[in-house]
């Protein structure tokens, strides 16, 4: 018999959360739907598009394509975390710097997945970049403002 | 994010909208959620085409299930197509029904043919599972001439014919006449691929009927809220205006997919007064590839006829549009009055006929997608003018040059309908010779060959009209909606202005680039000023955002409100200052009395204007806000020059955009910043179509590209960075000079991008290679073209 | 995504007896696969076995070897000091299978049980002469991948390391689909004492193969030149919207001559 629900309990952005969850429940939906934190978001289901990234203990990943009881214990942040109050991460203000966005949909992920593509490689090239990305889709910008965007920020996290 | 600095026109401002997006806060159809909420999940035909039955009693008893309706339990009007095209014997289109939910036959996988709703989406998709369908298989029509023989079977019985309508634009006959003496004729057969929009965010919708006010309100996710309530309201379910609320909320990119009715739309405001609660749809995006409507699809011959210097004397066009199975909202203007009356590019080509045929075939409905027949139009034009100067031994640029229309010729009335009013196609082409370093490009091709590899660059000097459209023009060719746009200027007692406007920013930046036309006129800063969108409960009436019109129409219609605001303000000043109207100028948001240091701003009058103790009651009402609707004289005309450049390893056929450069005459700039975004995203989705994009069809109906594991998405790594300039000529017809910039990207790149795959290719003899360019089919030209020499 | 079960046994004994309890449960590794194809009802489990805390991340290295345990995410391998030194074109192909988000997930011993014929993997595993251990036994990777998505696992059997023999040289060239990223063909060359190993992953109808047209002129010639005339049979290649079989075959030429490259 399946679907019963199990506790699982996990810090996001800083908050503990305890929650009763299906074990059929996805990360993103969990994030979305139950802690209405929907920044997040869900652009395609074979997990390419990467708007619904969020770091998970410290990587960014696809949220979309992991269980919530997989993250029984984690630590996440999701979008509505990486901003100091009102100031915001110094990649969110490179995006808007740079006009790295236009619809914003694709945003939240571009974001999430950029900050980790640059702590991991402070002085990230703009191949680089642009390689890193790959798992990212934007439909709107054409990619040339969020790659400034990328760079940008990466000068400024201390790169 | 307080903006320093002027904020008026001409300044790239930073966008009043990015906070919220950037913070997670952006407020998408799918991130609402009504208080007692039901989830549906759409049960959608695996056939092509089929009659069928459908047996759902098993399915009603499931877990979690409040309802499910079928095609027979939902009598409402037929979704409507909005542009009634006539075949050129007189005869109106044939137009097919297209109920919401299919009755008892589907002409297309992914076609409704059950709504299940549930308590959660779970538990509806596990009761669509216990439904039984029986489908009785038809012979499927997939290919555009497969279509035309009707003995190989019809899509709707009930028209006779494949054929939607039978269509012409042009003098057939001095068309045939110049070909028949012309000293140089060119052919050229070319398949505009079928593509897939992809906004990012897929369509949602939620009903909701509230029983003891008798309102419906259905949020979704639309580029024209105020277009769907006229076509939901009137022609599917009956409901009056004032009784059905469309709200469009932050919406996730369009490009042209989320202007029409959908069936979802109807079906979900339907239900909720059926059920008597709010009813939630979301589609997936393996769901999106087979209900969004599909873009381009075109099959094309065309024949350029030229006399022994290269000066063009004739273009003769054949196409056959694909129409899919049902007719979309605006799918019969798109090949005929936004495709054939662009044929005459920024040319002086003098006849011009062009032949449609549009064709109902088993896949999902085509309509606008981002430049909407305008790209086609375009492709054919770069594609034939590239070939005819490769034959005759004329150069790339020189041919073009010929035959441009000259900057004194304007206003220019082109042989199929359209006068330009003004452009200078050769200011354009300069700069984007400089830009892309054109003289660099034979040591850069040196290089590319001493590594083995070829190289090519290719051009393309496209016009497009856009800024849709005068109402009277567009009536009298079968619009059934007027295409004007309504604006609202609301200056508050304070002096901070809201402006309520119909067109609708799902990515363009409308907050900003709107406040600073408010900025400029008003002496405000754009802090001041907030915009107001998507919503038909707070915008008087609107149009939307398509065809890049927002500025062009939408903007226009803001200047004219704000016309009307300062003509009361100087009015009130006047009464207030003891002065005469007509002595009161309006300086950087001061409202001077002419010749004296005496003024009065904006708040000053505001205020007088909501406490109107000293006020001019008997001429003036109190409160200062003001409506405007505009409807544009003629439609505008961005135009430019886009180059290409590309590296091909012969060995394998990849392609590799090495430089991609844009220099558009898009009128007056408001925001560089935003507008040169528009241009990246639209030369993205250009080159996507040209090396790629494609929906591939088998010959079941089957879509094979149905998802980004095999719809091939451009990704950052596919493009460098573009090289954006501008080249203004205003346009002479609207306040703004604007003209539209929204899908000059994607009109003009696809031609450049092929022109300069064929030229790396044509020292090997190869003469035309189809999108999207693959790095298989190169592979292949490259092979037969070896084979052959 | 059908209802199931969730579990996260914290040794290898505990997730075999975890699936024992029931016929139609799963191992769950990094999930990338697995998830997606839950989520689309393509598949469904009773409960889904976690190995996550079963302690199967690692990676040590000897003279001759490099020894991944099955739960190792991609980026590691792709980041490890240790395989970037000894074994390079390993620490390459881990780092471009997927995204960068996926190989956060992603595992070695996920990707070789899947055996997707487009999957990088399984091009290392036989070209490397690697034994992939389990709870059970030990199989040779020739004996290990038997068919498209079909491993010589049995059903209850749990990856728990890979063994790859380290060789003089070697290099990894993908060439990806342009829509999924996949490999449309990926070949991967090892130069070893005992001769020259190539395996493509992407173009055969039974996943991943020897390529023994390009062993032969390898053994005779390491060189890019032998592979000039060599011809690839398309005969048993993949053919899809993306590709003939005939443009994978001479993808797999093109690409062993860029591995050759890299090489030399």
Request: aromatic residues 6%.
């Amino acid at each position: 018999m399946g679907g019963q629900e199990m506790e699982i309990s996990l810090k996001i952005n800083g908050k503990d959360v305890k929650a009763d969850v299906k074990p059929n429940t996805l990360l993103s939906t969990f994030i979305r739907e139950d802690l209405n934190l929907t920044g997040t978001h869900i652009g395609c289901d074979t997990s390419q598009c990467g708007a619904c990234a969020i770091h998970l203990n410290g990587d960014a990943v696809k949220s979309c394509a992991i269980l919530a009881a997989q993250a029984d214990g984690a630590e996440i942040t999701t979008i509505e975390g990486i901003a100091n109050d009102d100031e915001l991460h110094p990649m969110q203000q490179a995006f808007h710097e740079n006009h790295g966005l236009q619809c914003g949909y694709c945003t939240p992920g571009m974001v999430m997945s950029s900050i980790k593509l640059v702590e991991n490689n402070p002085n990230i090239s703009e191949e680089e970049i642009r390689k890193g990305l790959e798992g990212n889709i934007c439909r709107c910008t054409g990619y040339h403002n969020i790659v400034k965007s990328v760079k940008q920020a990466a000068t400024v996290m201390g790169g | 994010m307080p903006d320093g600095g002027s904020t008026g026109i001409g300044v790239s401002v930073k966008r009043k909208e990015d906070y919220r997006f950037l913070v997670g806060e952006g407020n998408y159809t799918d991130d609402i959620n009504r208080p007692n909420q039901t989830h549906t999940y759409m049960l959608r035909s695996s056939s092509a085409h089929a009659k069928f039955s459908i047996d759902t009693s098993k399915a009603s008893k499931a877990k979690g299930v409040v309802k499910i309706f079928v095609g027979t339990d939902m009598e409402v009007g037929s979704i409507p197509c909005g542009w009634q095209v006539d075949s050129k014997d007189g005869t109106p289109m044939r137009e097919p029904a297209h109920p919401p939910i299919a009755k008892d036959k589907v002409r297309y996988v992914g076609e409704i043919i059950a709504v299940i709703i549930a308590e959660s989406l779970e538990d509806a998709k596990n009761a669509a599972e216990l439904i039984d369908v029986n489908y009785n298989d038809i012979p499927v029509i997939i290919d555009m001439q497969d279509a035309l023989d009707n003995s190989k079977g019809l899509v709707h019985d009930e028209i006779e014919s494949n054929v939607c309508y039978d269509w012409e634009l042009g003098d057939s006959e001095a068309v045939d006449k110049a070909i028949s003496e012309a000293a140089h004729i060119t052919s050229l057969d070319i398949r505009n691929n079928r593509l897939i929009p992809n906004a990012m965010e897929t369509r949602s919708a939620i009903g909701d009927y509230e029983h003891a006010t008798g309102q419906y309100t259905l949020y979704t996710t639309s580029q024209n809220p105020h277009v769907i309530r006229l076509l939901m309201g009137a022609f599917v379910l009956g409901l009056p205006e004032h009784k059905l609320r469309v709200i469009a909320p932050d919406v996730g990119g369009g490009f042209g997919s989320k202007i029409f009715h959908y069936a979802e739309e109807a079906i979900v405001t339907w239900a909720s007064n059926k059920i008597r609660r709010p009813v939630k749809w979301t589609s997936d995006r393996s769901e999106a590839f087979i209900s969004d409507a599909h873009g381009r699809d075109h099959v094309t011959s065309v024949k350029l006829a030229l006399d022994k210097d290269g000066k063009f004397l004739a273009l003769k066009v054949d196409t056959l549009a694909n129409m899919g199975a049902y007719l979309s909202t605006f799918a019969s203007s798109v090949p005929t009055y936004l495709y054939a009356t662009l044929l005459a590019g920024t040319y002086t080509t003098p006849a011009i006929h062009c032949n449609v045929k549009s064709i109902f075939t088993n896949t999902v409905p085509v309509d606008a997608y981002r430049g909407a027949g305008r790209p086609e139009a375009t492709y054919l034009i770069e594609r034939i003018v590239d070939k005819a100067a490769r034959e005759m031994g004329i150069s790339q640029v020189e041919i073009r040059r010929k035959n441009f229309i000259p900057v004194d010729a304007f206003p220019y009335q082109t042989p199929v309908a359209l006068q330009y009013d003004s452009g200078n196609y050769n200011a354009t082409l300069d700069a984007a010779l400089k830009k892309a370093d054109y003289e660099g490009f034979a040591a850069r091709k040196a290089d590319s060959v001493k590594r083995g590899m070829l190289r090519g660059i290719g051009f393309s000097t496209y016009l497009e009209a856009c800024g849709i459209a005068p109402s009277a023009v567009v009536g009298s060719l079968g619009a059934r909606a007027g295409l004007f746009e309504c604006a609202e200027v609301r200056v508050h007692p304070t002096g901070s202005v809201t402006v309520f406007t119909g067109s609708h920013s799902h990515g363009q930046g409308h907050e900003t680039t709107f406040a600073q036309l408010v900025s400029e006129k008003l002496g405000i800063s754009t802090d001041m000023v907030e915009i107001s969108h998507g919503d038909t409960n707070n915008i008087p009436f609107g149009m939307g955002t398509y065809g890049s019109r927002s500025l062009a129409v939408g903007g226009e219609a803001i200047v004219k409100a704000m016309d009307k605001v300062i003509a009361k303000a100087k009015k009130i000043a006047a009464h207030v200052m003891e002065a005469s109207a007509d002595d009161i100028e309006l300086n950087n948001g001061n409202f001077e009395i002419a010749g004296t240091d005496k003024s009065m701003s904006l708040a000053d009058i505001s205020l007088a204007a909501y406490v109107p103790h000293n006020y001019p009651h008997e001429e003036l009402e109190p409160g200062l806000d003001e409506k405007a609707f505009y409807d544009p004289l003629n439609f505008t005309y961005p135009g430019g020059c886009h180059i290409c450049e590309v590296e091909i390893n012969p060995n394998t056929g990849e392609v590799k955009v090495e430089g991609m450069t844009a220099v558009d005459d898009v009128g007056k700039v408001i925001n560089p910043m935003i507008v040169e975004g528009q241009i990246h995203g639209g030369l993205a989705q250009g080159i996507g179509q040209a090396l790629l994009e494609n929906a591939a069809y088998d010959s079941n109906g089957q879509l094979l590209s149905g998802s980004y594991m095999d719809y091939a998405m451009p990704r950052a790594d596919n493009f460098v960075d573009f090289k954006v300039g501008n080249e203004v000529t205003l346009c002479t017809h609207n306040s703004l000079g604007v003209k539209g910039c929204g899908e000059v990207g994607a009109i003009g790149s696809p031609p450049a991008v092929i022109n300069a795959v064929v030229d790396a290719l044509s020292e090997l003899g190869v003469e035309d290679i189809s999108m999207p360019a693959t790095s298989e089919k190169v592979w292949n030209a490259i092979n037969q073209a070896k084979n052959k020499n | 995504m059908y209802e199931l079960q969730y579990s996260k046994p914290s040794s290898v004994n505990d997730a075999v007896a975890e699936i024992k309890k029931s016929s139609d449960s799963k191992f769950l590794a990094g999930g990338m696969t697995l998830i997606p194809t839950l989520k689309a009802r393509l598949s469904s489990a009773d409960t889904l076995v976690d190995l996550k805390g079963a302690n199967l991340s690692k990676i040590s290295v000897s003279s001759s070897e490099i020894t991944i345990g099955s739960m190792t995410r991609h980026c590691d391998v792709a980041s490890s000091n240790d395989v970037k030194g000894s074994l390079p074109a390993l620490a390459k192909l881990a780092g471009g299978i997927g995204d960068h988000m996926v190989r956060s997930c992603g595992t070695i011993g996920g990707s070789l049980a899947n055996n997707d014929p487009a999957a990088c993997y399984p091009s290392a595993a036989l070209a490397l002469d690697t034994t992939i251990v389990t709870n059970e036994r030990s199989i040779s990777a020739e004996d290990f991948f038997v068919g498209m998505f079909e491993t010589a696992l049995n059903e209850n059997e749990i990856i728990t390391e890979v063994k790859f023999q380290i060789p003089e040289k070697a290099s990894y060239i993908k060439f990806p689909n342009p829509a999924s990223r996949y490999a449309m063909v990926g070949v991967f060359v090892a130069k070893k004492a005992s001769g020259v190993t190539v395996a493509v992953t992407g173009a055969g109808e039974n996943g991943v193969f020897r390529c023994s047209e390009i062993e032969i002129a390898l053994n005779s010639n390491f060189s890019t030149e032998s592979l000039e005339n060599i011809d690839i049979s398309p005969d048993s290649l993949n053919s899809d919207i993306h590709a003939s079989a005939a443009y994978r075959a001479n993808l797999i030429k093109e690409m062993a001559k860029r591995a050759l490259q890299e090489m030399i």
